[in-house]
């Protein structure tokens, strides 16, 4: 068995204790005789794994009584809907566009109501955070909407926006359970978890709960309304049942690990090797301000397409795979999520190193 260090903005990937564990627990899952994926998502064994999950991650991130948690599915992407369809009683909410992700949410919105753009950095292929102190958000916005962390461009809200006291909503897909949160300055906050936390098919909604209504748009489908899934705990119908049972798997993981703040201290070191290394150096760069960097996703370029891709090339022959840029923007970038070890990119580096004794000027 050989395992590569895997770069890949996600599907990513996952610790390999949780992977080893999963294994183990494949055919006879606690003495059940079967497989997580085989067993009635209304018995015993399974209420356990939902139960347990909701609680460890209600530990985790330290979220208040007055939020629900939602394991959900449709991925990221169907809460573009399900947001404005669920929370557009004035039919009005206010975007803030930092990237491809925030921007078809923005444009999902503008099917349901008035979705206006009230910052944007499109202007420099979103390679900063807008200032987001003073915003011209409308009175009766229902909502103020944020992608967190812009996986594509590798920039992050280290400073939540003002909404002027509307509820913020916040796609935080690949930042979720990278560093503490406080949940109380969120209306709303979720996230697909095959970005840092679990595998596809999952999404984790963190919703207030007055938040939480039968007043949805007409024309919302039942499985779209955030109170059919609440009333029903996450059991309205069939719910991606293996892949919630990984995540609390990845949960109780991050807490043997010592839980949010210990894993944003790991991060925090993991990301400054790679951009102290990027910014000494004479043939790599980074795209993106300093002061808005991520610390989950990091693209970096040459300046040469060429070199790039055969950069892309010959790290993967030697074991650094899917460090090719989004399509969409080219160069590369390295996600480096919780379950990426330390050594894979301290190793990245002096891969990087190497290339650029090879390659320079
Ligand atoms: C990956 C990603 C999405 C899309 O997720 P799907 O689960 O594929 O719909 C949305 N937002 C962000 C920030 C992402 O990183």
Redesign the pocket.
């Known amino acids: 068995m050989s395992r590569v260090y895997n770069f890949s903005?996600?599907p990513a990937v996952l610790p390999e204790e949780v992977l080893k564990e999963a294994a183990a627990e494949m055919l006879d899952y606690r003495g059940t005789g079967m497989s997580v994926m085989e067993m009635s998502h209304r018995s015993k064994a399974f209420e356990e794994i939902i139960g347990q999950a909701e609680t460890d991650l209600r530990d985790l991130l330290q979220i208040p009584d007055n939020y629900r948690v939602l394991f959900l599915q449709g991925?990221?992407?169907?809460q573009f809907s399900m947001v404005p369809m669920n929370l557009m009683k004035n039919r009005k909410a206010d975007y803030i566009v930092t990237g491809q992700?925030a921007k078809k949410a923005f444009k999902e919105a503008q099917k349901y109501g008035e979705a206006r753009a009230v910052a944007s950095s499109e202007d420099k292929t979103f390679s900063y955070i807008p200032d987001c102190s003073d915003l011209p958000i409308a009175e009766d916005a229902d909502y103020v909407y944020i992608?967190e962390?812009?996986?594509i461009y590798g920039t992050k809200f280290w400073k939540l926006p003002d909404t002027k006291g509307k509820p913020l909503v916040a796609?935080v897909?690949?930042c979720f359970l990278s560093e503490p949160a406080d949940v109380s300055r969120y209306g709303v906050m979720y996230g697909?978890v095959?970005?840092n936390i679990g595998p596809?098919g999952v999404?984790i909604v963190i919703i207030r709960e007055d938040l939480i209504t039968e007043d949805v748009l007409p024309g919302t489908p039942t499985m779209c309304q955030y109170k059919i899934h609440a009333d029903a705990k996450s059991l309205y119908n069939t719910p991606p049942a293996y892949g919630i049972y990984i995540c609390g798997k990845v949960f109780q993981w991050l807490k043997g690990r010592g839980g949010l703040a210990a894993m944003k201290e790991y991060n925090v070191k993991k990301a400054k090797i790679l951009y102290d290394f990027l910014d000494a150096s004479r043939l790599f760069k980074g795209t993106v301000v300093k002061e808005d960097r991520s610390i989950m996703n990091v693209p970096f370029v040459t300046g040469d397409a060429d070199l790039d891709a055969q950069f892309v090339k010959e790290a993967a022959a030697a074991g650094f795979v899917n460090l090719k840029g989004h399509r969409t923007v080219g160069g590369m970038r390295a996600s480096i999520y919780n379950a990426m070890p330390i050594e894979g990119v301290e190793k990245l580096v002096q891969f990087m190193e190497k290339f650029e004794e090879a390659h320079q000027a």
């Open positions: 903005a996600g991925g990221a992407s169907l992700w992608c962390n812009n996986t796609d897909s690949s697909g095959q970005k596809a999404v």
